[in-house]
């Protein structure tokens, strides 16, 4: 099908993580092209291959071939992570409406047009919320905690952060792009930037072929980041929770001195002081671990090392380049 952004600056870019994900790409550049198509303003999809080892990179060379005027696609020299490779492609985009998408087809692209819909109604962010979710049950467990133990911390108001299909105004994505954060939470960011946020709710599928990237471990990593990342209330707990437990065992300690005071050497209640020494230990480890979460982000920080490393980019030479091109030849 030919593309009818020929020469025009896209009103709408559509970002696209893309990872291992040759399985499922066919069918998402059938429904994604036609679903665009169908709302009839100009666009661009800007996928970002995050260094897959599969037939993706083909996949994404033959489609930008086959339109490449509403195609652009980076590729990174390695696997940085989803989150940056949302960044560069934040950076690449040029549309005033940005709209994030998986690959998998969990979120169905027909939904763009809803977005794109509260978008025009004067919302500079819209987040989404998934109908009738489609993942396994220790899924949907995990994401209801964290996204309790989230707000409580953040006070964020983010009903489902696990959606990954949003639309943002380029003023929203100037200043995300602006932060020098090297865990750059785009949701939660999204959420304090913005005006005038709100939600919606959108269809969910089950996934369309391959398997989901992200682990337990990998979506727990992800709260800590984001919690460590807004907030320093873990933190204040801790040390709440320190003086608690201080003041505990100094009234302890002065009621075993004077048990021996009175009444003697005592063998009895040793285990119980046991048990609670190694309980005293257990908190003092967990703080441990928590402040190392905070001083491990400094780290990250004071390194400075880019975010992603770009190996090339796929995009429509513009108009003045390819004239003047013309004219050299």
Known sequence: MADNNEGIT??????IPVFNEEAVLPALFERLYAAMDQIGRS???VFIDDGSTDRSVALLR????????STR???????????????????????QIIVTLDADLQNPPEEIANLLAKVEEGHDYV?????????IFWRRIASQLMNKVRHR?????????????RAYRRPIIDAINSTSEINTYIP??????????????????????????????KLIRLNFDLVTAFSLVPLQIFSLAGIVLSLGSGMLVMYILLRRLFIGPEVEGVFTLFAITFFLIGILLFGIGLLGEYVGRIYQ?????PRYLVKGVLEEQPVAEKTEEQART
């Not at 033959?62 to 005027?69: A, G, H, M, S």
């Not at 953040?154 to 959606?163: E, P, R």
């Not at 959420?191 to 989901?212: K, L, T």
């Open 43 to 45: 666009y661009e999809c």
């Open 188 to 217: 939660a960011l999204a959420y304090m930037y913005a005006a005038s946020p709100v939600e919606i709710e959108v269809e969910h599928a089950e996934r369309e072929a391959g398997e989901s990237k992200y682990s337990l471990y």
């Open 127 to 135: 987040g989404t919320i998934r109908k009738k979710r489609q993942d």
């Open 153 to 165: 911390i953040t006070k964020i108001q983010m009903t489902d952060q696990g959606c990954m299909l």
């Open 10 to 15: 896209p009103e709408i870019s559509v970002v």
């Open 62 to 69: 033959e489609q930008f071939e086959r339109r490449p005027n």
């Open 301 to 305: 920080q004071v390194r400075e090392r």
């Open 73 to 95: 696609v980076i590729f990174f020299n390695g696997n940085f992570g989803q989150h940056s490779a949302i960044m560069a492609g934040f950076k690449h985009c040029h549309g």
